[in-house]
């Protein structure tokens, strides 16, 4: 009996080879997959990442809980401001069933914005799936970057210093290109909202957007400048809270014009186009009153 016991077990023992070498070749196929298409985003490459997102692709973003489409995120690629230096993939852990893959990625990116370096880690959920003519696509990702209780000084001085350049880059944007330039600055979701003067101006992006048309339509000129100190708090990586004191020139269609002087008070958040205003508040100096 031990021959064949013996010959069972060399059997059995080259069957899990067998399976552990397939299961190997199956991930290293899904990482250079994903790796492909990280490549593509550093480059923004769009062409290939139209290729490797299936046409019903979804991109969730974690930080924000913003789900955006195909075409939604292929803007988004081509229109980003910041620069991303390497897109490093970590670890991937896949697990298969037939046509159907669910990925969870590490990824490490170093990015530059507005002169400024940042690094940071993300977590990614990617779902594949394929088809006997295109092979593997990603159908589906959900990205998260973990959190820490507070970044150290030495990223807290970095994060400081990116969030100034993105409000230097505020005052000349909507200096040079009008109320338009706020589209560009303010978070686009749910989250956002803008306080003046006591009152909610705005409650939502949406009705930020609105408000943003009909001061396009009304404001020909604006010159909008910071004080000579913009203050920035880190309160984690990729978040901060900003104070700048503002004087603000407005020249309207009949020719009025406006000269305006207070303080700004925002939340700063950084996600996949770079920094926006989370939220934003404004207070205005007010002349003293007339000594009777």
Partial sequence: MREPFRAFLVIA????????????AQEREFRNLYQRLLDAFRTKDTATLARLWTEGYLFTDGATGRLSTKPERLQI?????????????????????????????????????????????????VVFVRSPRQGWRIAATH????????????????????????????????????????????????????????????????????????????????ELRWGERVQVDPLRPGLAAVAAPY?????DTAGRRVDESGFFTGLAEHRTEGWRLRNAHWSVVRPPPAVR
């Avoid at 023992?13 to 190997?24: D, H, N, V």
């Avoid at 490490?108 to 370096?117: I, Q, W």
């Avoid at 004087?247 to 020249?251: G, L, M, Y």
Wanted: glycine share 6%.
């Fill in 143 to 222: 990205t998260s970057v973990p959190r820490s209780e507070a970044p150290s000084s030495a990223d807290a001085a970095a994060l400081a210093d990116s969030v100034r350049a993105f409000m230097g880059a505020v005052a000349r944007e909507v200096t040079r290109d009008g109320p338009a330039a706020w589209r560009r600055q303010f978070a686009d979701d749910a989250a956002f909202f803008m306080a003046a003067e006591g009152r909610l101006v705005f409650p939502s992006a949406e009705a930020a957007s609105r408000g943003i048309d009909e001061l396009a339509r009304s404001i020909t000129h604006i």
């Fill in 77 to 125: 690629v081509a229109e980003l401001e910041a620069r991303i230096d390497t897109l490093t993939l970590d670890s991937m852990t896949v697990r298969v069933d037939r046509d159907l893959a669910v990925g969870s990625a590490l990824v490490r990116e170093v990015a530059t914005e507005h002169g400024t370096r940042s690094r940071q880690q993300i977590r990614a959920t």
């Fill in 13 to 24: 023992a080259l069957g899990a080879a067998g399976f552990s070498s397939r299961a190997e």
């Fill in 247 to 251: 004087t603000e020139v407005r020249v």
